[in-house]
């Protein structure tokens, strides 16, 4: 007999076999009829971390015979269900290629943020004429409704299977990346079958609306020495509404591109003569990158940090210690040998260098938590493709911190560098965020260290996340760094799009005996190992900085715009008494401009708006009598003559308060 626990606490019993979709139907017929599938927990089974071994399945995946689960029945109200929904759009699409094209070979169709793509093997690339025939054959595909039937066989049968439809990519897969699997899954629906673990919805039905969105080029597991492959990008959603307005929101976005809008506003660029993915600060985007800069020292200063600098190129042994090199080999630039054979590479991350300062002298408890922090330069050689103006860069500077402590300190040092993400989210108006834990995967042999400390170490991470009460928290198993658990703030925009921002991890393998052997000296007088956390909540200037530029639409607020305030002049009568409101605005600590140029001050203003200015202060006879400015905001509009000592002391208010 098999009890399934509901999240009410109300409890069925069946004797025979079931699946979730059965489960529903004692419930009710509305409810079968709205599950898209369920999350499955088992008590009596616990995962690698000790936590009950929680599963999302298919609607029709029968249930355990016996003992006991507790089932979760996921409608389209719930956000995994969306991207269940949405992998079962990408086997439609998959299905609707293989009836369009001869001779195509499927690689892979996972889903992403906002939708889900496939590869697949086409000796011509798709055009978007092809999206047309495909979304036509896909909506055939959805009309006839036909079910998503789980199928498992053995490998050997499986290998069969894929050589007589000519399916070499997963023939190779199944040979490699599944050599040690006795079973495999597939899923068919209708004529189509394909490898895949699942979980699916019931029918197509379930899909309301989709679209295909791209094409670009990819490689047979993310390798570029494989073989090339043609991807084709979608997305789906229950309803026409939710596409409409995802697609409304592209449109906005596109508006906002920072790539665009950085050229636009000359706030930096990428020239090929410099080098791929090589930022360049223009005037206008290094006010802002300082500003940031200013912002967060002040809070690191605050907090009882200690600044530091150290080289950009370093000797490789120092990353081979650390492990990061050859581990990240692939995505760093190639060492360089000089004359007397020693090796150099551009460093990929700061914190060997933070170790190197804390192992420049015996260190004591006494001095426990060291908090070095650094904005350092680190270069990575990201794939020509994946280069995206400020967001994805090969070189870029992080705002980085290294906290080294006991593990006593470890719970207030985390909830330290929590507190300090949340400030700069606050203070940059990023109120709607999510926290997402990375821990190991205990079946990936990718991570370092002892699996004990491991579980220590996530452990005193999940604590402090939920004493804390942050939002929406989510576990991810096995997005761990090499060397230790980590949690990521993935915080909304105003167009409601997700970014990971701050970063904190926690490292216990570092300051190991197998990396850096560190130690202090503890109040037993013996020799102990620190706690290394790492910390950065913008991440890198440039990809925050690229972030706030599409999130603000250049338009910044007054304490990070490169231009706060702009006089303009009426006639050339009034250029004496503008230059004096200039000087005192400048003498104030504002950055100020002139606009005396002979054009009329309709498009002196029109001028001002366009550039995006926050102030622009009109000058002309009645403004020079009385001492004050007519002042225009780009957020309040006209208002009014204001005494220029007055509207400056406003203005230093709003800069020293970080106002939005």
């Excluded at 088992?42 to 029968?62: F, K, N, Y």
């Excluded at 090499?482 to 393998?509: E, H, M, S």
């Excluded at 006879?621 to 000592?645: D, F, P, S, Y």
Aim: with cysteine.
């Amino acid at each position: 007999m098999l009890k399934v626990v509901l999240p009410d606490g109300s409890e069925k019993r069946f004797e025979k076999r079931v699946s979730p979709l059965d489960v529903a139907s004692e419930i009710g017929a509305g409810l079968a009829k709205a599950t898209v599938a369920a999350v499955v927990t088992t008590p009596e089974t616990l995962d690698e971390t000790g936590r009950p071994m929680r599963t999302v399945i298919s609607a029709t995946d029968l249930l355990p015979e016996s003992g006991s689960v507790e089932l979760r029945l996921l409608t389209k109200k719930d956000g995994e269900a969306l991207d269940i929904m949405r992998h079962s759009c990408a086997h439609v699409m998959a299905r609707a290629v293989m009836r369009l094209f001869k001779d195509v070979q499927l690689a892979f169709g996972p889903t992403t943020e906002t939708g889900f793509y496939y590869d697949f093997w086409k000796k011509e690339p798709f055009t978007e004429e092809d999206f047309v025939k495909i979304e036509a054959e896909m909506a055939k595909i959805i009309e006839a409704d036909e079910p998503f039937e789980r199928i498992e066989m053995k490998r050997d049968e499986a290998i069969a299977l894929l050589k007589g439809a000519g399916q070499s990519l997963k023939v190779e897969h199944l040979e490699t990346g599944l050599a040690e699997n006795e079973v495999v899954s597939f899923y068919r629906q209708g004529e189509f079958l394909d490898l895949c673990r699942g979980p699916h919805i019931p029918s197509a039905k379930f899909i309301g609306a989709f679209k295909i969105m791209s094409t670009s080029t990819s490689h047979w597991k993310g390798d570029v020495n494989n073989q090339s492959l043609c991807r084709v990008y979608g997305t789906a959603f229950f309803d026409k509404k939710d596409l409409s307005v995802y697609l409304t929101q592209l449109e906005e976005a596109k508006k906002r591109d920072h790539r665009v809008l950085g050229k636009k506003h000359e706030l930096f660029m990428v020239d090929p003569k410099v080098g791929s993915g090589l930022v360049v600060w223009l005037p206008k985007g290094a006010i802002i990158r300082k500003q940031l800069e200013n912002f967060i020292y002040d809070e690191l200063i605050k907090r009882d940090y200690q600044p530091m600098y150290s080289p950009v190129i370093c000797r490789v042994e120092l990353f081979e210690t650390s492990g990061h090199y050859p581990y990240y080999a692939d995505s760093q630039f190639p060492p360089i040998t000089v004359d007397d054979g020693d090796r150099y590479l551009l460093r990929p991350m700061n914190c060997p260098l933070h170790v190197m300062v804390y192992e420049s002298r015996p260190r004591s408890y006494r001095e426990l938590p060291l908090r070095l922090a650094e904005f350092g330069n680190v270069h990575r050689f990201e794939q020509s493709g994946e280069l995206s103006g400020l967001t994805r860069v090969r070189g870029f500077t992080q705002d980085d911190a290294h906290i080294f402590c006991t593990e006593e300190q470890v719970e207030d040092e985390f909830k330290n560098c929590i507190d300090m993400t949340l400030t700069v989210l606050k203070t940059m108006g990023f109120t709607d965020y999510e926290v997402r834990l990375s821990f190991r995967d205990w079946t990936s042999s990718k991570y370092v260290g002892d699996p004990e400390v491991w579980k220590k170490a996530q452990s005193a991470l999940e604590n402090v996340c939920r004493e804390m009460n942050l939002p929406k928290l989510e576990i991810a198993e096995g997005e761990a760094a090499f060397y230790g658990p980590k949690a990521d703030f993935i915080v909304r925009d105003c167009l409601g799009r997700k970014w990971q921002l701050g970063t904190i991890q926690l490292d216990y393998n570092l300051p190991s005996p197998q990396r850096f052997n560190l130690k202090y000296v503890g109040s037993d007088g013996e020799y102990h190992q620190p706690v290394m956390i790492h910390r950065a909540p913008f991440g890198s200037f440039e990809r925050f900085t690229g972030i706030l530029i599409e999130h603000f639409a250049a338009a910044f607020p007054l304490w990070l715009a490169p231009e706060q305030v702009r006089v303009l002049t009426i006639s050339e009568k009034f250029e004496d008494y503008a230059k004096k409101v200039a000087a005192q605005m400048k003498e104030a600590g504002l950055r100020v401009s002139l606009d005396l140029t002979s054009e009329k001050i309709g498009a002196k203003i029109r001028n001002g708006r366009n550039d995006l200015i926050p102030y622009l202060c009109v000058v002309g006879a009645k403004e020079e009598e009385l001492g004050a400015v007519g002042v225009r905001g780009r957020k309040q509009g006209e208002m009014g003559a204001i005494e220029v000592g007055k509207f400056i002391a406003d203005l230093k208010e709003e800069v020293a308060e970080r106002r939005l």
